[in-house]
């Protein structure tokens, strides 16, 4: 079992940074695919960045891509979301979510473990 929080969010003007962290419990968090999702009022959830367990890969979503970057700290539990070049459209509630399959997916559906969720709020 793998619980999941997620903390960062907030309020930020357009073209700020915002850093969303996700700290894990559980002795086999160094093994999951990790990834975030986000989900905006009235849309879809959307695969966001996705990280293999080693690090070693990261995925993102095209409209993220050059802005966001991904990474992990498995001694420390931890996985990290940093946004930069924020745009109203990044205005959504982001998730951490973990695979227990060593393998990348951008379904939701094939994730395990779910967080919460942090307000992600992008003014223009």
């Known amino acids: 079992q793998v619980q999941l929080v997620e903390s960062g969010g907030g309020l930020v003007q357009a073209g700020g940074s915002l850093r969303l962290s996700c700290a894990a419990s559980g002795r086999t968090f160094s093994s999951y695919f990790m990834g975030w999702f986000r989900q905006a009022p009235g849309k879809e959830r959307e695969f966001v960045a996705g990280i293999s367990w080693s690090g070693s890969s990261t995925y993102y979503a095209d409209s993220v891509k050059g802005r966001f970057t991904i990474s992990r700290d498995n001694a420390k539990k931890m996985v990290i979301l940093q946004m930069n070049s924020l745009k109203p459209e990044d205005t959504a509630v982001y998730y951490c979510?973990?695979?227990?399959?060593?393998?990348?997916?951008?379904?939701?559906?094939?994730?395990?473990?779910w967080g919460q969720g942090t307000q992600v709020t992008v003014s223009s």
């Open positions: 979510a973990g695979r227990q399959l060593r393998v990348v997916s951008r379904h939701g559906s094939e994730y395990d473990y």
